[in-house]
DNA sequence: CAAATAGTGTCTCTAAGACAATATACA
DNA sequence: TGTATATTGTCTTAGAGACACTATTTG
């Protein structure tokens, strides 16, 4: 008698039904691409400024607009390794500290993409050192450009060529970057990782520069208020009690803060 | 001269590029397998408990575990459609809040199953009204499990017949299970959502019994001091001011609190 | 020595949480 | 009337945040 499906999943043992698994054709079940997205942040110590990594495309689907750095995920590596790995590519950094990059989600509208059936996992990189960005194989350059917002509060990026809004980004990237911002204010009482931009230490200025683009409350913080409220009790910063030696500008020594870990 | 991929890409339209696209072989790309997983919370009124579904595995792999309620996506629905279409095939109930359904994260490991590349976007329902789980089209039969917390903190899941813990559970679903809880509990002050499990209005005292999986310091509260600092001034719920009509049980009225949407 | 900058000290006020007192319903 | 249960009220205290003051560096 011929042994069958129902045979090989209920009564065989697993090693049994893996290798008869191993022996079916699957290729009619309908399956997606899967590629991974990274909105990937850096400080720029040159001016002080939060920004965001573009990359310009040069050829369809959204030929001329700025995406995400993004591409497909191997069948051997996990989405998380796909994302690190584009990031090493398109950067040189190679970021080792699972804090600097987070997963945001899975972005999976069947028709978020023209050309096919082809989901995102989107990821969030706390890119340290800041860093030019290279060239990437498919010779698309990406740019840095500085975070805004606008008088209603909407997310801009300047670049000193041009000024990218949420509406001019391929794909999905628009809801990707929301949820991107979104995740990251609120998590913020739980694990500022934002500011792993800055490196494992950092002074208080730098610190509100980079988080007043999250939550508006750091608008008013003075940055001796910042260090009572927000760094001391704070599970994850601390105050190193050191201070900048050698500052290039007038004024007080600055506080050295850092990371527990 | 014969078109080629870099004329559709970089000079053709973009109309043209997707016509030429469709003609194209891309067969030959990896792609894996997308499922959902589920993990569906219920506050059963009956005995006053959170509880979650899990399904008992008839068929390899992972024969005899426990596992969350999930199933494949369909090409034509997002990876929520399909957690929503497997919710109601379980349990009968049509989600319609969006609020009752988050997205928790990607699961992509390429060894996760044991058959091939399968990755799952893992959700968690906050399901209402708490229903019998209905036998399923595969026959597996669901369960409602009353969540506990063993000594060393760690969870497992109780049914008259038999305990699971997250060690017995199929797949990588100890991961999801856990990454839920860290989500649920951290987005408690952001949006106590997993109250929805109580419907559109509950009282204090199954509230407490709710979050107090997933924060310690409700276990110390009154439910005065509950309504007071938690309820009030939260930007997501709410003191309707009535109390609640033909209590079975003797002691005060209680309060109905309720979400403001 | 003036300007710039950021840390330090002080004060006010809100709100969290402990705990006692009170209100309502059942038996 | 006693017991169960939850709300209401009171008190204490910690900490958030505003703001004035002080310390250090540049030029």
Redesign the interface.
Known sequence: MKKDKRY???K?S?AE??AW??TQD?GS??????TVDNLIFGFDPSDEQLKILLIER????F?GKFALVGG?????????AAALRETTEETGVRITDNRQMW?I??F???KRD????I?S?AHATFLYPFVSPQAGDDALQAKWFTITHTAENELAFKHPDETVTLDDLAFDHKAIVLATFKRIK??L??TPDILRVLGETFISTDALVVLKHFDTKFEDYSTGNFVKTYVKNNPILMDTGLFEQNPQKPGRPKKILRFRS
Chains 1, 2 share one sequence.
């Open positions: 090989y999943e209920t065989a697993e039904y893996l698994y191993k699957w079940y309908d399956k997606p691409a899967m040069k050829a369809h689907p030929k497909f995920v191997e069948p051997t590596e996990s989405a998380k997963q989600g899975a999976t509208d069947p023209p050309r096919q059936w989901i996992i609120e998590s009482d739980v």
